[in-house]
T-cell receptor, first 112, second 116 residues
Framework: DAKTTQPTSMDCAEGRAANLPCNHSTISGNEYVYWYRQIHSQGPQYIIHGLKNNETNEMASLIITEDRKSSTLILPHATLRDTAVYYC?????????????FGQGTRLTINP | EAGVAQSPRYKIIEKRQSVAFWCNPI?????LYWYQQILGQGPKLLIQ????????DSQLPKDRFSAERLKGVDSTLKIQPAKLEDSAVYLC??????????????FGPGTRLTVL
């Protein structure tokens, strides 16, 4: 699986958009970008995934650059409950390459 | 729908003792995973089941860890004997294979193990 690089920590004011970057320069053509988050003392929670087009759901938006070497997760109106560790993961879909390999993630703190 | 259930939530044992964790996945999810999460790190996959068969156990320390999913539903993870470095949160996750391979994993709350 391709390795991802994320900032160790970020801060964001409540009500503002939180933009979390991720670099995945060695991503291959059949690998998707997944984002999970882990709130303190809970298991990770799926947020969103994408291949090459921008994606949006009720939780967040995912912007993937045209060369697919980086992406940004956007939480449009961050709340205190969005404080968590956010993991960017590159995952293949072919049999045997479907596992999630978690890095250190970005610790996002939403400040009141 | 009910989420992934795990028990116990917390366990404290002394080194060289044995311990077992239980996981009940979301109904109908064929794929089940066990992860180990050491404090300050991301989760690390220990073993993946597809129904009752092992798909990937390459990172399972087989000299002391074992896992089973006999009927393709519930699963248990056992450590015998435990070492200090096994102190971690053990997470269970499940995934449906219906609809495609991009389906997300659903995680349980985890079992926090402390080895003294």
């Amino acid at each position: 699986d391709a390795k991802t690089t994320q900032p160790t920590s970020m801060d964001c004011a409540e009500g503002r958009a939180a933009n979390l970057p991720c670099n995945h320069s060695t991503i291959s053509g059949n690998e998707y970008v997944y984002w999970y988050r882990q709130i303190h003392s809970q298991g990770p929670q799926y947020i969103i995934h994408g291949l090459k087009n921008n994606e949006t759901n009720e939780m967040a938006s995912l912007i993937i650059t045209e060369d697919r070497k980086s992406s940004t997760l956007i939480l449009p109106h961050a709340t205190l409950r969005d404080t968590a560790v956010y993991y960017c993961i590159v995952r293949g879909l072919i049999q045997g390459a479907q596992k999630l390999v978690f890095g250190q993630g970005t610790r996002l703190t939403i400040n009141p | 729908e009910a989420g992934v259930a795990q028990s116990p939530r917390y366990k404290i044992i002394e080194k060289r003792q044995s311990v077992a964790f239980w996981c009940n996945p979301i109904s109908g999810h064929a794929t089940l995973y066990w992860y180990q999460q050491i404090l300050g790190q991301g989760p690390k996959l220990l073993i993946q089941f597809q129904n009752n068969g092992v798909v990937d156990d390459s990172q399972l320390p087989k000299d002391r860890f074992s896992a089973e999913r006999l009927k393709g539903v519930d699963s248990t993870l056992k450590i015998q004997p435990a070492k200090l470095e096994d102190s971690a949160v053990y997470l269970c996750a499940s995934r449906s294979v219906v609809g495609g391979n991009y389906n997300e994993q659903f995680f349980g709350p985890g079992t926090r193990l402390t080895v003294l």
